[in-house]
């Protein structure tokens, strides 16, 4: 059985998200056996900044941090589509807060940021936010991965291996919801 | 004579530069007089996110704020790409402190959040950096136009028509360098 079977990933996206960033990790950990729910500001068809294409199945008010093992936030122009919504913002506030594994990479936590949850904790992200990810009271740090509790950290395409091996680890370590 | 004959103004640009927040004010200043100096991370030319191209005539290792009577800096991908050089981060700081008109939009507050020069300021931005314009000390308002001081913000290409008109307010107001 793959090794991520009856496991339950939450991704949330929104237009112009970083391709790879979201697409890598999707099928990275559908082929473990895990399902990855697409949760977007509205159902139907989003798209990434290169021309990648998603369809989200759920909206936020479908969904509850319970249902799912663990959070993916996908960089690009993503997070700051999705940081303007309460719904989207209190649902990585409340997944934080449940101590699951949530993991951003490049400009995903721009959405952490507007969680308030970053304070005190190490991240790294795209350098270009990483004054806004300092203001919010993490610690930056420039490495291709960051763990630091349930939060998982990284900050370009190119540290995707790095970024998807991390998140397996944690939800490997997890008992399964 | 038009109304700022002998005023120089620096903008600052870079990459994905919001078209219209850079064109619209380069030209309205001009047709007024005045001289535009575009100022880049290299010279020469530098793509708009939605086709428009611009040269950059200077780098940042070229100029100094004395040349300058005022700085705006239109939003988009470009202040993103700009705060992450210490030379740009330092020339709007000094500008900023300089006490001459600063006009950002968009995502032009980014680089002063960089700058560390928003602290106790009032400004505007678009809704999406919101949340870092406030973490960096700010007190965020939602309107067209914010003038604190020699801070002048607005949030979206819509504002531009009462941005434009600020920036050649305070100009008009300012002694010329």
Same mark, same amino acid.
């Given at each position: 059985? $793959? ?5 339950? /990933?939450?991704? &949330? /996206? ?14 990275? %950990?559908?082929?473990?056996g895990?399902q ?16 990648a294409? %998603? ?7 479908? *969904?509850? *941090?319970?249902?799912?093992?663990? %959070? ?9 589509? %999705?940081r /303007?919504?309460d ?8 997944? &934080?807060?449940?101590g699951?594994p949530v ?22 992200? *795209? ?8 203001n ?9 991965? *960051? ?8 900050? &370009?395409?190119g ?6 091996a ?8 997890? $008992?399964?919801?």
């Amino acid at each position: 059985m $793959p090794k991520l079977t009856g496991t339950s /990933i939450a991704m &949330v /996206i929104a237009e112009n998200f970083e391709d790879s960033e979201a697409v890598e990790p999707k099928e990275h %950990l559908e082929s473990l056996g895990a399902q990855v729910t697409l949760i977007g500001l509205t159902t139907g068809t989003v798209n990434g900044k290169k021309g990648a294409t %998603l369809e989200a199945s759920h909206t936020f008010s479908d *969904v509850s *941090v319970g249902q799912f093992d663990a %959070l993916v936030v996908p960089g690009g122009g993503a997070p700051e589509n %999705l940081r /303007i919504h309460d719904e989207a913002v209190e649902f990585a506030r409340e997944f &934080v807060a449940s101590g699951k594994p949530v993991a951003s990479i490049c400009h995903g936590p721009q959405l952490l940021i507007s969680a308030d949850v970053l304070r005190g904790r190490t991240v790294t992200c *795209v350098n270009k936010i990483r004054d806004d990810v300092m203001n919010a009271g993490a610690n930056y740090v420039d490495q291709e991965l *960051v763990v630091d509790g349930n939060l998982i950290s990284s900050r &370009v395409p190119g540290d995707l291996p790095a970024f998807n091996a991390a998140i397996v680890e944690a939800l490997a370590a997890a $008992p399964v919801a």
